[in-house]
């Protein structure tokens, strides 16, 4: 292929790789009069080998002995370098280094908030207890929950947890298919277990629903095969990218440490801030109908340094996570876009080059999408505190219900868009909006969903989770029942850690296999926004996704193509 259809278009706006609000209706994909203006069409093109009446794009096959990407053909190749006046490709020229910096207000109000929140965790921790964290040279029978043993145990969650995700990384690359079908089957099984020992434990309800689950999601099976050879497909390529690029793992494992200090940080300040505010607390004493006194405490600073530290919580490890995101976007993007260029990519580091980025340019609009979420879950997080605090009214109850039921949906709906959204901040350097309008453009005039629904991918992650969780679990457990803390004498401590080394590792799972996430997400993008990218760097998926969905790939016009 000599067009430019394995190349995203201009961004005349300071982008990085261009703008997709050239392809088709440029009102599909935002105003080209008023943010993204198309690129002029070279005449060139206008005796492509398109045909508007065959409605699709067709892949050329790849050359014998090469199953994965290969250049154009050396007269098509010739042809281009006539057509253009020089032996680069069109997409290094549109390679934008110095994009515009992306809704930096957000950034800057993160950073302020940031700092304030660190003024407060160091005047909270410093009001823990003196006897914490000293070391008295053994592990057994600790005293003070906030100690070293307590801290080599969460060491030691972490370090597991690690481990376990990248060999759960390796057998996905290694047997991508195989891995789809145990998933599947290991989800069936799940439920079906649980709601036999809810059965067995009594609890009729839940043990009902969950059996019930079981069994129609067992019988989904006959529908959902199908879906397997595609959704191999996209993980083995997914994975190979990975492998090209093995810097997305390093960046992975590197934001996982971030993120789990920063819970810890975050997780001492909120103890400590227990004994610091107490001094702001102020009581009255009052006499109640039958005339006896009785004393009621309030200390509304408290409160609002709570809510302060939840929100902080939220956003700032949203930012994290969502860095991360773009930071592989970014990686998957230069792949699809670039690969193939005989000049090579348009910098030496890629990953590098795309966690720069993430951090300068697109940081304002990483921190506006983040805030998005991390309000609603504040939100949420004082919904339930609320009904922890008032199970006697039952009407109260009831709307708290609904209300954090409510809040739930639009939180997911918002974080698939921000999802998908973070691939177009990061392919093209857009403004949070933006990007967030072109996503629903994507989604709804591609019919992206679809392929979204039907991959299998989700599921093959979810299991790892929850494996990952399961083995932390028991090492936590292991852990504290063989040093037998002081502190635990009673067991009432053993519940609680195992809970929190269930959460933690699943967590850290998610974020460290955030590259197959990503770029299973970019993938898609890249697949709506230029599907001759696609067709020229991973044929065999262009040709599973045309003949499974060929409603995604055809009639998309290209920038080459414009006009015709």
Same mark, same amino acid.
């Given at each position: 292929m000599h067009n430019n259809g394995g190349y995203p278009p201009q961004d005349t706006g300071g982008g990085y790789y261009g703008n997709p609000g050239s392809y088709g209706n440029t009102g599909s994909y935002g105003n080209a009069n008023n943010y993204y203006q198309p690129p002029q069409e070279p005449q060139h093109y206008e005796q492509n080998q398109y045909n508007p009446s065959q409605n699709a794009y067709?892949?050329?096959? +790849? @050359? &014998?002995?090469?199953?994965?990407?290969?250049? @154009?053909?050396? #007269?098509?190749?010739?042809?281009?370098?006539? =057509?253009?006046?020089?032996?680069?490709?069109?997409?290094?020229?549109?390679?934008?280094?110095?994009p515009k910096f992306r809704d930096l207000w957000a950034a800057i109000l993160f950073l302020v908030h940031f700092a304030l929140f660190v003024v407060m965790a160091a005047l909270f921790v410093r009001s823990l207890p003196s006897s914490a964290f000293q070391h008295s040279g053994q592990l057994r029978y600790t005293k003070s929950f906030y100690s070293w043993p307590?801290?080599?145990?969460?060491?030691? !969650?972490?370090?597991?947890?690690?481990?376990?995700?990248?060999?759960?990384?390796?057998?996905?690359?290694?047997?991508?298919?195989?891995?789809? !079908?145990?998933?599947?089957? /290991?989800? *069936? *099984?799940?439920?079906?277990g649980t709601g036999i020992y809810y059965l067995a434990a009594k609890i009729w309800f839940a043990g009902g629903i969950m059996l019930i689950f079981g069994i129609f999601y067992a019988l989904m099976w006959f529908s959902w095969r199908h879906?397997? +050879?595609?959704?191999?497909?996209?993980?083995?390529?997914?994975?190979?990218?990975?492998?090209? /690029? &093995?810097?997305? $793992? *390093?960046?992975?494992?590197? /934001?996982?440490?971030? #993120?789990?200090?920063?819970?810890?940080?975050?997780?001492?300040?909120?103890?400590?801030?227990?004994?610091?505010?107490?001094?702001?607390?102020?009581? =009255?004493?009052?006499?109640?109908?039958?005339?006896?006194?009785? #004393?009621?405490c309030s200390?509304?600073? #408290? $409160?609002?340094?709570?809510?302060y530290m939840v929100l902080s919580y939220y956003w700032t490890s949203s930012v994290i996570l969502n860095v991360l995101h773009t930071t592989i976007c970014g990686t998957f993007g230069t792949y699809f876009f670039f690969e193939g260029n005989p000049n090579g990519y348009p910098t030496k580091h890629v990953t590098l080059s795309s966690l720069k980025r993430a951090m300068t340019n697109s940081f304002g609009s990483i921190c506006f999408g983040s805030l998005v979420v991390a309000i609603i879950q504040t939100i949420r997080a004082l919904a339930h505190s609320m009904r922890a605090q008032q199970q006697d009214n039952c009407a109260l109850q009831m709307i708290l219900c609904c209300v954090d039921c409510i809040l739930g949906c639009i939180q997911g709906i918002v974080e698939f868009f921000n999802k998908y959204a973070y691939v177009e901040v990061a392919l093209y350097g857009k403004p949070f909006i933006q990007a967030a309008k072109d996503t629903?453009?994507?989604?709804?005039?591609?019919?992206?969903?679809?392929?979204?629904?039907?991959?299998?991918?989700?599921?093959?992650?979810?299991?790892?989770?929850?494996?990952?969780?399961? !083995?932390?679990?028991?090492?936590?457990?292991?852990?504290?029942?063989?040093?037998?803390?002081?502190?635990?004498?009673?067991?009432?401590?053993?519940?609680?850690?195992?809970?929190?080394? /269930?959460? $933690?590792?699943?967590?850290?799972?998610?974020?460290?296999?955030?590259?197959?996430?990503?770029?299973?997400?970019t993938t898609f993008v890249c697949l709506a926004e230029d599907p001759e990218a696609m067709a020229y760097n991973n044929p065999e998926l262009f040709a599973q996704v045309q003949q499974t969905y060929p409603q995604v790939v055809r009639g998309v016009r290209t920038p080459g193509f414009a006009g015709v």
């Open positions: 067709q892949a050329a096959p +790849p @050359p &014998p002995g090469d199953q994965h990407h290969y250049p @154009p053909p050396q #007269q098509e190749h010739q042809q281009f370098q006539s =057509s253009m006046g020089n032996a680069e490709y069109k997409a290094a020229k549109q390679y934008n280094p110095t307590t801290m080599i145990m969460w060491l030691c !969650v972490l370090l597991v947890s690690i481990v376990f995700s990248l060999v759960y990384l390796g057998l996905m690359q290694m047997f991508a298919g195989q891995m789809l !079908v145990i998933s599947f089957w /290991f989800a *069936v *099984v799940s439920m079906i879906r397997i +050879p595609f959704s191999k497909v996209v993980l083995e390529a997914v994975c190979r990218i990975t492998r090209r /690029f &093995p810097s997305t $793992i *390093v960046v992975s494992v590197a /934001f996982l440490i971030i #993120q789990a200090v920063f819970s810890a940080f975050w997780s001492l300040a909120l103890a400590g801030s227990f004994k610091y505010m107490e001094k702001y607390q102020s009581c =009255s004493t009052h006499t109640d109908r039958n005339g006896r006194q009785y #004393q009621s200390n509304a600073l #408290q $409160i609002l340094s709570w809510v629903w453009s994507i989604i709804e005039d591609r019919g992206v969903n679809m392929i979204i629904n039907d991959c299998l991918i989700g599921n093959v992650l979810q299991m790892g989770a929850f494996l990952c969780a399961a !083995v932390v679990a028991l090492v936590a457990w292991l852990y504290i029942t063989i040093t037998k803390p002081e502190y635990n004498v009673n067991g009432s401590y053993t519940a609680p850690i195992i809970i929190a080394a /269930f959460v $933690i590792a699943m967590s850290m799972f998610m974020v460290l296999l955030k590259c197959i996430d990503s770029g299973t997400a």
